[in-house]
């Protein structure tokens, strides 16, 4: 069955160190990967998908199908990183988000 | 990317009403989405809302519960029916345009608080 995990529902680190949220995925077909974001009192929003293979705010996430992973990290977080951070798989013939549960980054000052 | 309104953003019910909420995109979409997030969880997706005809519900989610509407490419609507205090969530829509490569873009949600 199709299915996303994010093993940490809370990483609290301090400005300027490396980040890295897991992302593991679960899925029969060829994946296509995201990340979604959601800033306080904003709505969700896309912040990378593993297609583009581009760095958004500093922000990089690589597909490994032999770990079927698909981290985030950010080599020196800033305290405007802190929000919610979705990993989420889309079904190739449906367009389906699976979202993982969710890891909430503090960073603090 | 796609504006996109919800309305209410915000609502108390009462237990065995039936709250409606709206989704209105700035332009024509293929896909519509409809997912709930329960307090302290991820998204689930609801449904799809399928132009001129019924919706796809997902596993656990059925249509005298949750019927949808989608009467055009810019509209849709959810109805949560018969409430009780379990439906107390944040209700999302989500819209994916042609040309967004499987990007869905979110509206601004519809917390529901059921007394």
């Known amino acids: 069955a199709q299915r996303v995990t994010q093993p940490e529902k809370l990483l609290s680190v301090f400005k300027g160190a490396p980040v890295e949220l897991k992302c593991n995925y679960s899925y029969s077909g060829s994946p296509e990967l995201f990340w979604y974001v959601q800033y306080s009192r904003q709505r969700l929003q896309l912040l990378l998908r593993?297609?583009s293979r581009e760095s958004i705010k500093g922000f990089t996430a690589d597909l490994n199908k032999g770990e079927t992973s698909f981290h985030l990290k950010k080599p020196f977080a800033q305290e405007e990183d802190s929000a919610m951070y979705y990993c989420?798989?889309?079904?190739?013939?449906?367009?389906?988000?699976?979202f993982g549960q969710g890891t909430t980054l503090q960073v603090k000052p | 990317s796609a504006v996109i309104s919800q309305k209410p953003s915000r609502d108390i019910c009462q237990r065995g009403t039936s709250l409606t909420i709206q989704c209105q995109v700035d332009s024509q979409v293929t896909m519509m989405f409809w997912y709930r997030q329960q307090p302290g969880q991820s998204l689930t997706l609801i449904a799809t809302?399928?132009?001129?005809?019924?919706?796809?519900?997902e596993s656990g989610f059925v249509i005298d519960k949750f019927p949808i509407s989608r009467p055009n490419l810019t509209f849709s609507t959810l109805t949560v029916s018969n409430l009780s205090p379990e439906d107390s969530s944040i209700y999302l829509c989500?819209?994916?345009?042609?040309?967004?490569?499987?990007?869905?873009?979110f509206g601004p949600g519809t917390r529901l608080t059921v007394l």
């Open positions: 989500s819209v994916e345009r042609e040309d967004s490569y499987n990007e869905q873009f």
């Open positions: 989420a798989l889309s079904e190739s013939n449906t367009g389906k988000l699976i």
């Open positions: 809302a399928n132009q001129g005809s019924e919706a796809t519900y």
């Open positions: 593993h297609i």
